[in-house]
């Protein structure tokens, strides 16, 4: 409007000029115009600026210096490193970062930078993977965001992505979190119409048949799964339902086969401890528990291994056994603390009798 404004001296002689316009209505009018034309300019400038400043906001440039600003600035820093993201990265290409660090449970960087970065790019990145990326993000969180984080990996268990897999195993750890046997039971049902031969599908629905008092449905579902696949997962499963149907013989069997693994966990090893005690073998289960490796303890292993030396007698090695929770202890429950710490209170300051004393290791 400024810049059209007309001049006050528009149609007048220069006599009527000198006469009638004084300089400061000629310098207000001069303002004016200079300020109608300044603002054209800026309204330019901007037009013209305007795709570089929106390019600024999602170019992977920008996340590189914010991510290293942000977790430090020295190059050499790994943790730094581990956050920066190639400048020249694209949707898919940050996508991959991403599950990249949620895998080492970054979940921050993910949350706070690289998600809302994802949601700006242009072209977007696809659905199936933006979902799968939260999912996993509120699976991490835990808490009230658990049941979002199911319903994202139901979605996406049909949809054949490449982490078909995984998002099975995400989807477990769900019902495992929220502590739903019931819950585990109908995802693992889920996962086997889709993928039968699920490692851990057919695994958790054998937990979860024991934990709901099923253990022979559990061991014919487990019997029918290790037909076509082998790991000491199943074949531990497949012994705890074994022990708890009574049949110790049976699940000493399929333990032994089940520690001799290379997957084998501490439990395998306990539990074919348990199923000797059952068949009266006190010194073979205590050989078991004293034999585990090391890289396979566990806090439930070493006071069931305790409470056996206890009840035999033997305080000293009770106590000894006890010291290898030390290690552990960020490990141990609550419950499991205050049982060392009734073991310790009852062993301390006993001498061991003498050697040769076998007593019922499971009186106490």
């Not at 054998?206 to 696949?229: C, D, F, S, Y």
């Not at 699940?251 to 086969?257: K, Q, V």
């Not at 199923?275 to 205590?286: G, T, V």
Request: glycine share 6%; with cysteine.
């Amino acid at each position: 409007m400024f810049a059209t404004l007309p001049s006050p001296a528009a149609g007048l002689s220069r006599e009527e000029i000198a006469d009638n316009i004084s300089a400061s209505r000629i310098a207000c009018w001069l303002a004016l115009r200079v300020t109608g034309a300044g603002g054209l300019l800026c309204v330019a400038a901007l037009l013209a600026a305007q795709p570089w400043l929106n390019w600024n906001i999602v170019d992977p440039r920008g996340l590189h210096a914010q991510t290293v600003a942000e977790f430090g600035a020295d190059s050499a820093d790994a943790d730094a490193l581990a956050y920066a993201v190639d400048p020249g990265a694209d949707a898919a290409a940050l996508a991959a970062a991403a599950m990249a660090l949620l895998d080492e449970g970054r979940i921050d960087a993910v949350e706070q930078i690289l998600l809302p970065r994802l949601s700006r790019m242009r072209p977007p990145l696809d659905r199936d993977r933006m979902e799968l990326l939260r999912g996993r993000v509120l699976l991490a969180r835990g808490g009230h965001g658990l049941e979002s984080a199911r319903i994202f990996f139901l979605r996406l268990l049909p949809r054949g992505l490449p982490e078909v897999d995984r998002i099975g195993d995400w989807l477990l750890e769900v019902g495992l979190q929220q502590q739903d046997w019931t819950t585990v039971e109908r995802d693992c049902q889920t996962i086997r119409r889709l993928l039968p031969r699920h490692p851990r599908a057919n695994e958790m629905l054998g937990r979860a048949l024991v934990k709901r008092g099923a253990p022979r449905q559990a061991a014919i579902h487990l019997q029918l799964a290790l037909n076509t696949q082998t790991n000491a997962a199943l074949l531990t499963v497949l012994g705890e339902a074994s022990l708890r149907i009574n049949e110790p013989k049976q699940a000493s069997a399929t333990l032994e086969e089940a520690v001799r693994l290379p997957d084998a966990t501490g439990e395998a090893h306990l539990l074919l401890a348990r199923a000797l005690l059952e068949q009266d073998e006190s010194d073979a289960a205590e050989r078991v528990l004293r034999e585990t490796p090391a890289a396979r303890v566990t806090p439930a292993l070493v006071l069931f291994h305790a409470n056996i030396l206890h009840a035999r007698g033997q305080p000293a090695a009770c106590r000894r056994a006890l010291a290898a929770l030390d290690a552990r202890r960020d490990q141990a429950t609550a419950l499991q603390r205050r049982e060392w710490a009734n073991l310790l209170a009852k062993t301390a300051g006993v001498e061991e009798k003498e050697p040769g004393h076998d007593g019922d290791p499971r009186a106490d």
